[in-house]
């Protein structure tokens, strides 16, 4: 313990003081440590601050002081990385001490694979040797003084509105740093509710100009979208490697890859033939070329550890977050017409009733053919006629393929796999970046032949691997819960369809449901219904089978360009099968169920962004179409209002029940239904009716709606029952009134 002394105490029994305390070290503890008095203490502030500028100190929040280039004891860190044996790194979420560099500290976790890259944890810190250790006292909620948003001016003063949807508060800006009204901004927040202000750290540039949206996604999620100069180094110097010895010599054969128009990558293509094996009479030898991807990214490698910390790539309308840097993943790897390529090939036989008969694995050299677009595969096929050119006679590329699909079609439909056609939005851009469309994408019989190509071969993989005893990075899509099916069962309840809770649930249980619907108008209403009831796929070295495909065994083996999983099963087959370089190292086999963990939930950041960043661009769409009437479909009620989506087009906004008008409306939680109190009018999930649009904020992606009268329009005489005003009823059964304009 330090003895006090008279006067100031030097430089460095500060410093000393500061490292040996057992507490965060303030101007308080340290003047109290030295038993200084009053007068002392305000020369103590001034040695502490020529201490902080001489590069001595820095202080932490809670303005407790800790050498600089050091640690304190208790502070924020934020995860910033998960290495190959599953060890989490950390680093401060504040580091001021400039030409020093953050330090990196090892995160003893509590549960394994519990913490993600991009979390907040407030921990305990101690020196161990070389090195940092970091003991995780509480996870965090995400930094709230970190916002995303928009400035704009009023009244002479800067306000910062939120980029997220859910975020309804504004909040004054203290300093703008530059940024002007209009402008795309990260900023930081400080102060306690009421008075909380906003401090601009960078400008992000015009939310509003064209490819922008998607930059919101990426800095809102904190979606890895620059690669370090080293793994760009190594990408370059890989992608000279020649093909290699060894390798099956398959460019005779004319594969082709069937991709979609706008794909900026090809992982994938296939080849088929009938098979003369008198074994197989009426069956068929088909090929799934995939990728040589673990040639050119070795595990540990820079380049492969970019690959983990992406966990695959994001697809954005306006541009792609690449997994790889470009000149692997849209060139070296990319299976492109003419050219030689490195390939892990899937050798299917397959059976006249579409069974897997047999399978093997094996490096190849491929040259693709034609890269064709699911639309031009599917015209060559659908005029039945001879499309002859440099490729040569496509049609007669095609028509074997074809015919190999209509045998894995009937294994498809006799193991009845979930079976819900629900349109894909598509954002088309013109090449300035300007939105000209946004429709449902069409399905044509080319996606579902590529798709069944493709799930056979990712069930080869999988069981190619059991039967190795290899370590296998399954795709797991496990039965709905009892409390889905239980909602579900009220859900159709309303339609009077019929479900019961007793049965053995099958995705066959579904597809039976859909079929007694037919064509009924609510049909689309009640598949989304069923995808809800649905839960969400991940990836685990544990099997529990893919109960949407109806499978027992899947893996996800056919892009490894976009997917680390992928990589991570080439890399098994590698090893499983003797192809050389490249293989699974023991301590990935030993850390699946973790590596599994972190890139689930790096996929779902990636649906998150591409979701949200649609959402913008539909917005973005209908904000010239503000004030208009239009057909909507309502996708969720609430006790505050109900959420509507536009037919045929997408988005998702809110019509709020004080908007209904001057009735009030019940809540009922289990039907999901808001219902007059005076005109016993319902709405409920999966009605259709027409509504005004109110307002479409491109920046957020939300959309709020209003009656087609005007806001609030509909409220019924005071004291009496207002008239119930039908529409056509679309989408609900004939007892439940629609409130709106007639039709």
Same mark, same amino acid.
């Given at each position: 313990?330090?003895?006090?002394?008279?006067?100031?105490?030097?430089?460095?029994?500060?410093?000393?003081?500061?490292?040996?305390?057992?507490?965060?070290?303030?101007?308080?503890?340290?003047?109290?440590?030295?038993?200084?008095?009053?007068?002392?203490?305000?020369?103590?502030?001034?040695?502490?601050?020529?201490?902080?500028?001489?590069?001595?100190?820095?202080?932490?929040?809670?303005?407790?002081?800790?050498?600089?280039?050091?640690?304190?004891?208790?502070?924020?860190?934020?995860?910033?990385?998960?290495?190959?044996?599953?060890?989490?790194?950390?680093?401060?979420?504040?580091?001021?001490?400039?030409?020093?560099?953050?330090?990196?500290?090892?995160?003893?976790?509590?549960?394994?694979?519990?913490?993600?890259?991009? *979390?907040?944890?407030?921990?305990?810190?101690?020196?161990?040797?070389?090195?940092?250790?970091?003991?995780?006292?509480?996870?965090?909620?995400?930094?709230?003084?970190?916002?995303?948003?928009?400035?704009?001016?009023?009244?002479?003063?800067?306000?910062?509105?939120?980029?997220?949807?859910?975020?309804?508060?504004?909040?004054?800006?203290?300093?703008?740093?530059?940024?002007?009204?209009?402008?795309?901004?990260?900023?930081?927040?400080?102060?306690?509710?009421?008075?909380?202000?906003?401090?601009?750290?960078?400008?992000?540039?015009?939310?509003?100009?064209?490819?922008?949206?998607?930059?919101?996604?990426?800095?809102?999620?904190?979606?890895?979208?620059?690669?370090?100069?080293?793994?760009?180094?190594?990408? *370059?110097?890989?992608?000279?490697?020649?093909?290699?010895?060894?390798?099956?010599?398959?460019?005779?054969?004319?594969?082709?890859?069937?991709?979609?128009?706008?794909?900026?990558?090809?992982?994938?293509?296939?080849?088929?033939?009938?098979?003369?094996?008198?074994?197989?009479?009426?069956?068929?030898?088909?090929?799934?070329?995939?990728?040589?991807?673990?040639?050119?990214?070795?595990?540990?490698?820079?380049?492969?550890?970019?690959?983990?910390?992406?966990?695959?790539?994001?697809?954005?309308?306006?541009?792609?977050?690449?997994?790889?840097?470009?000149?692997?993943?849209?060139?070296?790897?990319?299976?492109?017409?003419?050219?030689?390529?490195?390939?892990?090939?899937?050798?299917?036989?397959?059976?006249?009733?579409?069974?897997?008969?047999?399978?093997?694995?094996?490096?190849?050299?491929?040259?693709?053919?034609?890269?064709?677009?699911?639309?031009?595969?599917?015209?060559?096929?659908?005029?039945?006629?001879?499309?002859?050119?440099?490729?040569?006679?496509?049609?007669?590329?095609?028509?074997?393929?074809?015919?190999?699909?209509?045998?894995?079609?009937?294994?498809?439909?006799?193991?009845?796999?979930?079976?819900?056609?629900?349109?894909?939005?598509?954002?088309?851009?013109?090449?300035?970046?300007?939105?000209?469309?946004?429709?449902?994408?069409?399905?044509?019989?080319?996606?579902?032949?590529?798709?069944?190509?493709?799930?056979?071969?990712?069930?080869?993989?999988?069981?190619?691997?059991?039967?190795?005893?290899?370590?296998?990075?399954?795709?797991?899509?496990?039965?709905?819960?009892?409390?889905?099916?239980?909602?579900?069962?009220?859900?159709?309840? #309303?339609?009077?369809?019929?479900?019961?809770?007793?049965?053995?649930?099958?995705?066959?249980?579904?597809?039976?449901?859909?079929?007694?619907?037919?064509?009924?108008?609510?049909?689309?209403?009640?598949?989304?219904?069923?995808?809800?009831?649905?839960?969400?796929?991940?990836?685990?070295?544990?099997?529990?089978?893919?109960?949407?495909?109806?499978?027992?065994?899947?893996?996800?083996?056919?892009?490894?360009?976009?997917?680390?999983?992928?990589?991570?099963?080439?890399?098994?087959?590698?090893?499983?099968?003797?192809?050389?370089?490249?293989?699974?190292?023991?301590?990935?086999?030993?850390?699946?169920?973790?590596?599994?963990?972190?890139?689930?939930?790096?996929?779902?950041?990636?649906?998150?962004?591409?979701?949200?960043? #649609?959402?913008?661009?539909?917005?973005?769409?209908?904000?010239?179409?503000?004030?208009?009437?239009?057909?909507?479909?309502?996708?969720?009620?609430?006790?505050?209002?109900?959420?509507?989506?536009?037919?045929?087009?997408?988005?998702?906004?809110?019509?709020?029940?004080?908007?209904?008008?001057?009735?009030?409306?019940?809540?009922?939680?289990?039907?999901?239904?808001?219902?007059?109190?005076?005109?016993?009018?319902?709405?409920?999930?999966?009605?259709?009716?027409?509504?005004?649009?109110?307002?479409?904020?491109?920046?957020?992606?939300?959309?709020?709606?209003?009656?087609?009268?005007?806001?609030?329009?509909?409220?019924?005489?005071?004291?009496?029952?207002?008239?119930?005003?039908?529409?056509?009823?679309?989408?609900?059964?004939?007892?439940?009134?629609?409130?709106?304009?007639?039709?």
């Amino acid at each position: 313990m330090y003895k006090p002394k008279a006067g100031l105490p030097t430089r460095e029994q500060i410093l000393d003081f500061i490292a040996t305390s057992d507490v965060p070290a303030g101007k308080r503890e340290i003047a109290k440590g030295f038993g200084l008095s009053a007068q002392d203490k305000i020369g103590l502030k001034a040695l502490l601050k020529d201490m902080a500028d001489e590069g001595l100190i820095d202080s932490a929040p809670g303005r407790a002081f800790h050498k600089m280039g050091g640690i304190p004891k208790v502070t924020v860190l934020r995860i910033a990385d998960v290495d190959d044996g599953g060890n989490v790194w950390a680093v401060p979420e504040r580091w001021e001490a400039e030409g020093v560099p953050p330090p990196r500290l090892r995160v003893r976790e509590r549960k394994r694979g519990a913490l993600g890259v991009g *979390e907040r944890i407030l921990a305990r810190t101690e020196e161990a040797g070389n090195g940092w250790i970091a003991h995780p006292m509480k996870v965090l909620a995400p930094a709230s003084e970190q916002v995303l948003g928009v400035l704009r001016e009023e009244a002479g003063r800067l306000w910062l509105t939120g980029v997220d949807k859910r975020e309804r508060r504004e909040f004054a800006v203290a300093d703008a740093g530059g940024a002007a009204p209009g402008d795309l901004v990260l900023a930081e927040l400080a102060g306690k509710p009421p008075k909380i202000a906003a401090r601009v750290v960078s400008k992000l540039g015009d939310p509003f100009a064209a490819r922008s949206f998607s930059l919101i996604a990426i800095h809102k999620l904190g979606i890895p979208d620059v690669f370090s100069e080293e793994a760009l180094d190594e990408a *370059e110097r890989v992608s000279k490697l020649p093909l290699g010895e060894g390798r099956e010599d398959l460019r005779d054969l004319p594969i082709v890859a069937i991709d979609p128009e706008d794909a900026r990558d090809h992982d994938d293509a296939v080849w088929a033939e009938a098979d003369d094996d008198p074994s197989n009479a009426g069956g068929w030898k088909a090929i799934v070329a995939i990728a040589d991807v673990s040639f050119y990214v070795r595990p540990k490698s820079e380049v492969d550890r970019e690959a983990r910390r992406r966990g695959n790539s994001v697809y954005f309308p306006d541009r792609v977050v690449p997994m790889l840097p470009e000149i692997l993943s849209a060139e070296v790897c990319s299976l492109k017409e003419g050219a030689d390529r490195a390939a892990l090939a899937c050798h299917l036989r397959i059976g006249k009733d579409g069974s897997l008969k047999s399978w093997r694995f094996t490096r190849a050299v491929v040259r693709i053919a034609a890269n064709l677009a699911y639309e031009e595969a599917q015209a060559i096929i659908d005029a039945a006629s001879p499309v002859v050119d440099e490729r040569g006679d496509m049609l007669a590329v095609l028509q074997p393929l074809w015919a190999c699909w209509h045998a894995l079609a009937k294994a498809r439909d006799a193991r009845a796999p979930l079976d819900l056609d629900l349109p894909e939005r598509r954002v088309v851009l013109d090449e300035q970046g300007r939105i000209m469309s946004v429709s449902p994408r069409e399905r044509l019989d080319a996606h579902r032949l590529i798709e069944d190509y493709m799930i056979a071969a990712n069930v080869a993989a999988a069981k190619a691997l059991e039967a190795k005893k290899a370590p296998v990075m399954y795709r797991i899509h496990e039965p709905p819960s009892r409390e889905k099916l239980a909602a579900l069962k009220e859900y159709l309840e #309303t339609f009077d369809v019929p479900f019961a809770l007793g049965q053995v649930v099958r995705p066959a249980t579904f597809n039976h449901i859909i079929e007694r619907i037919g064509d009924a108008d609510f049909r689309p209403q009640v598949m989304e219904q069923i995808l809800r009831t649905q839960t969400q796929a991940y990836y685990a070295p544990g099997n529990h089978g893919h109960f949407g495909l109806s499978l027992g065994s899947y893996a996800h083996f056919t892009s490894p360009i976009r997917r680390y999983a992928d990589l991570l099963v080439h890399r098994s087959l590698v090893s499983a099968y003797g192809l050389g370089e490249g293989g699974l190292p023991a301590d990935d086999a030993v850390n699946m169920e973790s590596v599994g963990e972190i890139i689930s939930r790096l996929e779902r950041r990636a649906m998150e962004a591409e979701r949200d960043t #649609t959402d913008r661009y539909v917005a973005a769409f209908l904000s010239e179409r503000v004030g208009q009437v239009m057909d909507v479909r309502i996708t969720g009620v609430t006790n505050f209002g109900f959420f509507a989506t536009v037919e045929g087009i997408g988005g998702d906004g809110l019509m709020p029940v004080r908007d209904l008008g001057g009735e009030y409306f019940r809540f009922d939680e289990g039907a999901r239904t808001l219902t007059g109190e005076h005109s016993g009018d319902v709405f409920a999930q999966g009605q259709t009716l027409e509504l005004r649009l109110a307002e479409a904020n491109p920046v957020s992606g939300a959309l709020r709606f209003e009656m087609p009268e005007g806001k609030g329009a509909a409220q019924p005489p005071r004291g009496g029952r207002k008239p119930v005003r039908e529409i056509k009823r679309r989408g609900r059964p004939a007892n439940i009134r629609h409130q709106g304009k007639r039709r």
